[in-house]
C-alpha cells in the first residue's frame, strides 16, 4: 500500500491519500484527544503528541500539527500509523460510537433557517454540495452549513480549512462572491 502526502493551503496540515475509501459518507473533524476517542485511528495519530487535529474525508485523511512541530519527523509517523490501519482494515471508529457521521459539536450550533427561505437555502446548499464542497475537500477540508438568516450564510471551516489563514479570504472573497452571485438574497458569508 501506498499512501499520497499533498500539501494543504494551511501549512499546519498534510493531506494524507491511502487510496481507498476513508469515510463511506459525511466527514469527521476531531479537534482534540477527547473527540479522538471514538476512533482507534484518531486516538493513535493524537498519541503522537504533536498532533492538534485529524479530520476524515471520503479519500483522505488530514493531520494538522501544533505549533512548533516538525512535520519532516512527524509525517513518518503519521505514515506508519495510517500503513498499519488501513492493512490491518482495522474500523474506523469504536463499535459504541456509532457511523462517525460528522455531528456538530455544541459550539457548531446551527444558527436555525426560516422556513419562509426554504427556497433560498436549497439553493445554497445545492451550491455548497456541488461547487463549494469539493474544492474545500481538494484542500483536505469541508465546509459546512450552520443556517441562512436575513440574508445571512453561516458556514463552518472543517478539517485543513479550519484554522488555515487563508479561510477567512476563502469564505469572504470565494465562497461569498459565488453564492451571491448565483443567490441574490445572500448578502454576507460569515464564519459561523
Not at 469527521?28 to 473527540?35: A, G, V, Y
Not at 479530520?55 to 505549533?67: K, L, Q, R, W
Not at 516538525?70 to 490501519?85: G, N, T
Request: proline share 6%; with cysteine.
Amino acid at each position: 500500500m501506498f499512501i499520497e502526502t499533498e500539501t494543504t493551503p494551511n501549512p499546519a496540515t498534510l493531506k494524507f491519500l491511502p487510496g481507498q475509501e476513508v469515510m463511506p459518507s459525511g466527514t469527521r473533524d476531531f479537534r482534540d484527544e477527547t473527540e479522538a476517542a471514538a476512533s482507534p485511528l484518531a486516538e493513535a495519530l493524537f498519541s503522537l503528541g504533536d498532533v492538534t487535529g485529524v479530520f476524515f474525508g471520503f479519500n483522505f485523511v488530514s493531520v494538522t500539527a501544533g505549533e512548533g512541530a516538525d512535520w519532516s519527523a512527524l509525517k513518518p509517523q503519521v505514515v506508519a500509523i495510517l500503513l498499519d490501519h488501513f492493512v490491518s482494515q482495522a474500523p474506523l471508529f469504536h463499535a459504541a460510537s456509532g457511523n462517525g457521521i460528522a455531528v456538530p459539536a455544541e459550539e457548531d450550533a446551527d444558527y436555525g433557517d426560516d422556513p419562509a427561505d426554504a427556497d433560498v437555502v436549497a439553493q445554497i446548499k445545492e451550491l455548497l454540495e456541488t461547487r463549494i464542497r469539493p474544492a474545500v475537500a481538494n484542500d483536505g477540508g469541508d465546509i459546512a452549513y450552520r443556517g441562512f438568516r436575513e440574508g445571512v450564510v453561516y458556514l463552518s471551516m472543517q478539517g485543513a480549512c479550519s484554522g488555515c489563514p487563508s479561510s477567512t479570504a476563502t469564505l469572504k472573497h470565494g465562497i461569498e462572491s459565488l453564492l451571491k452571485h448565483y443567490v441574490p438574497e445572500v448578502s454576507e458569508v460569515r464564519a459561523a
